[in-house]
């Protein structure tokens, strides 16, 4: 697999999607490609988890449906570590539905992703209406989309025609869509071996990262930054478990120190890549 060479900043610079401009702009800067995904579920240890790793990040990811004291003050106080470390926030929806539908679960209920979630995602399986929902709400924002034209879990079905056509539907809605979560870079064929140097230049966020083990017993299944990045032509990694580890237990310092360890593999790996 061919894997592009050109730096975060240099596609930063001629990229079209604003907000796919100011990660990249970030990753540069900050010299990160990491995301952390802070899967925990209390307000307590998800701020001293997002407050402890922001320096080392690009980006927050949430599952805000799991935190058992959601209040509104959460999401301020998110906001306010956002600007503070300087990382954008992703909540990991997974939208699922037709468009009204999604639309309504954007803007609105309890939580109201739009209006502090920089990044959402959505499966592919509902068709272009999905899209269309969502960017009804997110695109007057300035938000972006993520596709998931891959699982990193066992058995999933996001595979082969299903992901390619998830491509397609990228390439219909780039205003919106800013890239994919994927393992690899999935817009990459003979044709475009490097896709980075395409107007659209999406963006490949890969989860399922890990150093210490191979899986869970639920289906999860890792890959190390290396692969992920060195030889999958990845742009960021989408590291949770590893970093945190036990979440409401884990000491802070020992957080930390792990956040560390991930921004510096994912970097490395980068930097041999582009090298
Ligand atoms: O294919 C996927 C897509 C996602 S967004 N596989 C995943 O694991 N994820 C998410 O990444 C998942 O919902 C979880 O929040 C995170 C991985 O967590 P970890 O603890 O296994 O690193």
């Known amino acids: 697999m061919s894997v592009s060479t050109r730096c975060y ?8 999607h604003k907000l796919a401009k100011r990660l990249l702009t970030l990753m540069e800067s900050k010299q990160t490609n990491l995301c952390v995904s802070v899967d925990v579920t209390t307000k307590t240890s998800f701020l001293r988890i997002v407050d402890a790793v922001g320096p080392y990040v690009c980006m927050i990811k949430t599952h805000i449906d799991i935190l058992s004291d959601f209040d509104a003050d959460l999401v301020q106080q998110l906001q306010r570590l956002s600007k503070k470390h300087d990382f954008l926030i992703f909540e990991d929806r997974k939208f699922a539905d037709i468009g009204n539908t999604v639309k309504l ?8 992703i739009a209006t502090w979630a920089h990044i959402t995602n959505a499966h ?12 009804a709400v997110g695109l007057p924002l ?19 025609s299903y992901t390619s ?5 990228a390439r219909r809605h780039k205003e919106f869509v800013m ?4 393992g690899r870079r999935v817009d990459a064929d003979a044709a475009n071996p490097d896709p980075s140097s395409l107007p659209d230049d999406f963006l490949c966020f890969s989860p399922g990262v890990g150093l210490a083990t191979k899986g869970d017993a639920m289906g999860q299944q890792y890959r ?12 960021i990694i989408i590291v949770g478990r590893g970093i945190y580890g036990a979440g409401e237990g884990s000491e802070t310092s020992v957080i930390v120190e ?12 980068y930097l041999a890549r582009i090298a």
């Open 224 to 235: 190390t930054p290396k692969e992920v990045i060195g030889q999958c032509g990845s742009d």
């Open 165 to 169: 056509k998830t491509v397609d539907m």
């Open 142 to 160: 300035e938000r972006g989309l993520l596709l998931l034209a891959e699982m990193s879990s066992q058995g999933s079905f996001a595979t082969g």
């Open 105 to 112: 679960q954007y803007e609105s209920g309890i939580y109201k």
């Open 179 to 182: 890239g994919f979560v994927a």
């Open 258 to 269: 792990e956040a560390k360890r991930y921004k510096e593999a994912g970097w490395t790996a």
């Open 9 to 16: 900043g240099e596609r930063a610079k001629a990229h079209p």
């Open 124 to 135: 592919s399986v509902p068709g272009d209406g999905i899209v269309t929902g969502l960017k």
